[in-house]
């Protein structure tokens, strides 16, 4: 989950990435702390995190609705049910 999440935030002078973070994602799958819904892709849970990171401003990285959205939408095209949910919701 740190690997991808380097390439997410851009921590440590590591440019971001999204391709390089959901590669790391994916690779860890259901072996890290996040399950992927079922059916949905293995990525799909810390894609969510990352959304909700931007979203909120934790993990370090500042508020970004832009990047949120974004991060909303990679998670619900790997099938997050939660991430689905969300971009149904009115945006403020």
């Not at 740190?2 to 860890?28: E, M």
């Not at 832009?66 to 099938?79: C, V, Y």
Request: proline share 8%.
């Amino acid at each position: 989950m740190l690997v991808g999440s380097i390439y997410a935030y851009g921590w440590g002078g590591i440019p971001k990435s999204d391709a390089d973070a959901i590669y790391w994602f994916h690779r860890l799958g259901s072996r890290g702390p996040l399950v992927a819904e079922e059916g949905a892709d293995p990525a799909a849970p810390y894609q969510l995190m990352v959304a909700k990171a931007y979203a909120s401003g934790a993990d370090g990285v500042r508020t970004d609705p832009a990047e949120s959205l974004k991060w909303l939408k990679l998670a619900a095209e790997a099938g997050s049910k939660e991430a689905s949910a969300a971009l149904s919701q009115p945006q403020p």
